[in-house]
């Protein structure tokens, strides 16, 4: 009796691990915008690392600083060399978890919402953040998407040049399109 129980614990296992899907990008894009008195500010970033595991609701990404490119080479100097200090620290992560995952139904298009929760750290710093965002589901392949906005001095970036250079506050866009 006790064999059978363990193949039963063994096979409900498997069963779980073969129905979670993980869905991945190296090409997901962030871009950040910030409104200056001087002039606005927006970079985006196409090489974004991301993984998303169906079962268990994990999120995660990972990118290079050095990868957000802006339309001024002079502004993508200054952010990666004063504000980023990017040759120090030069990558960005997040770790957490789709909260409502039961909510989103990966077998069927639609788009749901998204409750996101975890850690994201940004110039060395790591803050608990939770944010909104949507999954849409079309033809089986996945998009997430989230707008948000952060302080640049929870992160600690630039100092007192920067805050005549760019707002307190920075919008960031997450957009990841998964195989």
Not at 104 to 118: L, S
Not at 123 to 144: C, D, F, Y
Request: with cysteine; net charge neutral; aromatic share 12%.
């Amino acid at each position: 009796m006790k064999n059978i129980c363990l193949f039963l614990i063994a096979v409900a296992i498997s069963a779980t691990n073969f129905a979670q899907k993980v869905y991945n990008t190296r090409t997901g894009n962030i871009t950040f915008f910030s409104s200056a008195p001087l002039e606005d500010i927006e970079a985006k970033n196409n090489a974004v690392f991301s993984q998303l595991f169906s079962a268990t609701g994990q999120y995660n990404f990972e990118m290079n600083i050095k990868d957000f490119h802006f339309e001024n080479d002079l502004m993508e100097e200054h952010f990666n060399e004063d504000y980023m200090h990017s040759d120090k620290l030069p990558k960005s992560f997040f770790k957490g978890t789709i909260t409502n995952i039961r909510d989103i139904n990966f077998a069927k298009d639609g788009v749901y919402n998204a409750v996101v929760k975890g850690s994201l750290t940004i110039h060395g710093i790591t803050r608990e953040i939770v944010q909104n965002g949507t999954i849409e589901i079309k033809g089986g392949r996945l998009t997430a998407h989230s707008k948000f906005k952060i302080l640049r001095k929870d992160y600690n970036i630039g100092g007192s040049l920067a805050s005549k250079m760019i707002s307190d506050t920075v919008e960031v866009t997450v957009n990841c399109q998964y195989d």
